[in-house]
């Protein structure tokens, strides 16, 4: 196997035995070769004009090829079985196919070799491969994106076509102009998608509100849920209605609480535990049922194997999956009747302070005006955008204490599980504003561009002259995507870290650099003289 599409690869150059993330090398070629053949289906499905089975094969596909989202190899098989007589339904492309449009695994023998085949180690210093990759991993976070909208009945057939447009790019003959045009349209895409995730949780959902969110556990028995598909929290609390149940949300559900359609649920209890890489021990102490719905699943204890479900595109060998019927519904019977049994939860080490989240930008936005004059005033000096992803390496303490050592005029801006590491520390106010402005999930990071825009017309200035620096933290694929899209507006100057991507070569970096000022970040006391002047 080879596999550095996360920031948490082996050395920093790419897993070749096993991920870091858990994922054996059988499951890793499965992936890959489901992905090579998403890419006969682009080229297909492109040449015929769009189909929209191979478009919404390809985008559920790809989610479950992400970081953390499936480790089941007997679904990945499926999925390579569907994929090819998805594939073989359209007729072929004009010219000469690539193999990816023609290659039909004769067993697992032959899979595991067109696996080694694909997974070769990639040279450090070739700029198209690794252009190819940017693009091919930013192109997933819109899948999983995509598939989310698309959940709720919010499509764009722009995205999609894109994706197509994409994959079959990268098994046609290509420039590395040409690549870098798709890598950068890519960001254009991203700016797209989460535009319309956001209409699509805002008009199913309501607009959140800015919402305090208890972590202390109630005294019934309860059941977690983790993740990012707002839909299945909706099936699971009204099915648990009347049951005696609590619900509890961990990690990426934290912003549900922000929602009205979700708040007024009284047994929606609260948060439990805080980002994705501590559930082996959160999971295990909480006792009750936990619903794993996306990304990110951790590889579960036996002690808790029994307990754990998944749902949509998650998957882990041994543990029980609940479909979805054809109308989209699922049942979670088993799930609350499992609960009954069980004891409540355990309070954790550190809860107790409740948790701000829901600023959104509909929230924010309708203060603007407080916040404007509390810079005016100097109440607050700069903003700082620390969104992004959380993760297990010790060194991400330097977002706890980058956080910890902002001067007091200063706000944070932030979404998705990274503010985990900081959302529970008594940073106070400035100006009458919280120093810790939670837009929610990491898709809501659209909400800090409209928050931005929406200052930056108060002030009459543009987006990079705002007092504005960015420090974000990455994990996966979703992140690649979003930091695509923040380039595509024309964002310049993030600090990214903990490492750059190993995936960007040299070249790849230099082009970034000169053109958008990214830079990796580097330590506390240095960061803070650069970032807040």
């Not at 980002?275 to 619903?291: A, D, I, L, M, Y």
């Not at 659209?446 to 017309?457: C, D, E, K, W």
Request: charged fraction near 20%; proline fraction near 6%.
């Amino acid at each position: 196997m080879f596999c550095y599409q996360c920031e948490e690869t082996a050395r920093g150059t790419g897993c070749m035995t096993k991920g870091v993330c858990g994922k054996d090398h059988e499951t890793a070629g499965l992936q890959d070769v489901l992905i090579y053949l998403c890419k006969g289906i682009a080229v297909r499905s492109a040449a015929a004009g769009g189909n929209d089975e191979a478009r919404a094969f390809i985008t559920d596909a790809l989610f479950t090829t992400l970081t953390n989202v499936n480790f089941d190899a007997a679904r990945f098989r499926e999925m390579i079985d569907r994929a090819i007589a998805v594939r073989d339904s359209l007729p072929p492309a004009c010219g000469d196919e690539p193999d990816a449009c023609t290659w039909t695994p004769e067993n697992d023998d032959a899979i595991a070799a067109k696996a080694r085949e694909i997974a070769e180690p990639a040279d450090p210093a070739d700029d198209l491969r690794s252009l190819t990759d940017l693009l091919v991993f930013g192109v997933k976070g819109l899948a999983a994106y995509y598939h989310h909208a698309a959940l709720l009945g919010y499509t764009d057939d722009a995205i999609p076509a894109f994706m197509e447009k994409a994959l079959a790019a990268t098994v046609l003959p290509q420039t590395a102009d040409g690549m870098t045009a798709l890598v950068l349209e890519c960001g254009g895409a991203g700016v797209g998608v989460l535009a319309l995730l956001d209409k699509a949780h805002t008009e199913t959902y309501g607009n959140p509100a800015i919402t305090s969110v208890a972590t202390v556990p109630r005294e019934r028995p309860g059941i977690l849920i983790t993740g990012h598909d707002l839909p299945d929290l909706k099936m699971l609390l009204e099915q648990s209605a009347e049951s005696g149940v609590d619900v509890y949300t961990h990690g990426e559900m934290l912003p549900a609480h922000a929602y009205p359609a979700f708040a007024k649920y009284p047994h929606l209890a609260g948060n439990y535990g805080s980002s994705w890489w501590h559930q082996r021990e959160e999971f295990e102490r909480f006792g009750g049922p936990v619903v794993v719905t996306t990304n990110c699943i951790v590889p579960p204890k036996e002690t808790y194997t029994g307990r754990i479900y998944t749902t949509g595109p998650a998957g882990y060998p041994g543990v029980a999956h609940i479909p979805a019927a054809a109308d989209g519904g699922k049942d979670f019977s088993a799930i609350i009747e499992q609960a009954k049994t069980c004891p409540p939860p355990e309070r954790l080490e550190g809860s107790g302070r409740d948790l701000v989240t829901g600023c959104g930008h509909a929230a924010v936005t309708a203060i603007a005006g407080t916040v404007v004059e509390a810079v005016k005033r100097g109440d607050i000096r700069r903003f700082v955008v620390m969104a992004g992803c959380d993760g297990r390496q010790s060194e991400r303490s330097y977002y706890t204490e980058f956080a910890e050592a902002l001067p007091q005029d200063t706000v944070i801006l932030t979404a998705g599980c990274a503010k985990f590491r900081y959302n529970a520390l008594d940073l106070g106010t400035a100006g009458g504003i919280p120093r810790v402005i939670d837009a929610g999930q990491c898709n809501d990071s659209y909400s800090l561009v409209v928050i931005a825009q929406a200052l930056a017309g108060a002030f009459g200035v543009g987006l990079n002259d705002l007092p504005i620096s960015y420090n974000i933290a990455w994990y996966e694929q979703k992140a690649v995507l979003v930091l695509l899209a923040l380039l595509h507006l024309g964002v310049k100057n993030i600090a990214l870290g903990p490492k750059l991507p190993a995936f960007v070569s040299p070249g790849v970096l230099a082009v970034l650099q000169e053109n958008f000022g990214i830079t990796k970040n580097s330590a506390v006391e240095a960061d803070l003289a650069r970032m807040v002047p």
